[in-house]
């Protein structure tokens, strides 16, 4: 596609619900990334992956919080248990190359309100 | 662990002026690389400029050009002759080189043009 594209754009769950939020990034590209973003903040780091291997979960807040890209390409965020704290902009990005440094291109995020 | 620090959570500027926003950052690493990412209201992050730590010249896009300071830590990002569409919520950024992938971003500043 032209862009990295993310669904559901907006999602509403009841405390202790599971979601999934589904990113596919731009065709070709290598890395995906995901981050968090609260309210009137930047965005925070949660996980990294280089084609299909997961390099970096460091930025994982919880064992609630699993992503997965099983094929290399689309990448799912699990979210298990939502708390109301897990409410924020879930974005993801993808970029070109392996060194890590190349520009990275973000989707319209997914904004989850838990209540 | 790096830090990015973005002191002036809004701005304005008149349609047709310049404006410059402030960025600071903070990293004992000596090779990296420096972004101003855009964030209209529609949440689509969009790369505005980017700048590697080892070139001397500040990279210009257009309207949008850097002044990078590496021996201040400082990334300031200038915007001449401001467009209505310009308004949005703007984030610093670094990327260390290596095997740390993640952007580390500012708190971001709104900026209101004003016609």
């Known amino acids: 596609g032209a862009g990295v594209s993310q669904s559901p754009r907006y999602k509403v769950a009841k405390r202790g619900q599971d979601v999934a939020l589904r990113c596919d990034p731009i065709?070709?590209?290598?890395?995906l990334f995901w981050y968090q973003q609260a309210l009137g903040q930047g965005p925070e780091f949660l996980t990294y992956?280089?084609?299909?291997?997961?390099?970096?979960k460091s930025g994982l807040p919880s064992d609630r919080f699993f992503a997965e890209r099983p094929e290399g390409s689309v990448s799912t965020l699990k979210i298990q248990r939502t708390q109301q704290e897990d409410s924020a902009v879930y974005l993801c990005?993808?970029?070109?190359?392996?060194?890590?440094?190349?520009?990275?291109?973000f989707g319209p995020g997914t904004r989850l309100l838990v209540l | 662990a790096q830090t990015v620090t973005q002191s002036q959570p809004e701005m304005s500027v008149q349609e047709a002026e310049t404006v410059t926003l402030s960025c600071t950052y903070d990293?004992?690493?000596?090779?990296?690389?420096l972004f101003w990412y855009k964030q209209p209201p529609s949440r689509q992050m969009i790369l505005v400029i980017r700048?590697?730590?080892?070139?001397?010249q500040n990279a210009t896009e257009n309207r949008f050009s850097v002044n990078f300071q590496k021996a201040a830590k400082s990334f300031s990002l200038k915007i001449s002759d401001s467009q209505l569409g310009d308004a949005a919520m703007y984030f610093c950024?670094?990327?260390?080189?290596?095997?740390?992938?993640?952007?580390?971003f500012g708190s971001g500043t709104q900026l209101t043009v004003l016609p």
């Open positions: 990005a993808s970029s070109w190359g392996l060194a890590g440094v190349e520009t990275q291109y």
């Open positions: 065709s070709g590209h290598v890395s």
């Open positions: 992956f280089q084609n299909e291997a997961q390099l970096d």
């Open positions: 990293t004992s690493e000596s090779d990296y690389y």
């Open positions: 700048q590697e730590a080892y070139k001397q």
């Open positions: 950024a670094l990327i260390l080189s290596g095997s740390a992938r993640q952007l580390t």
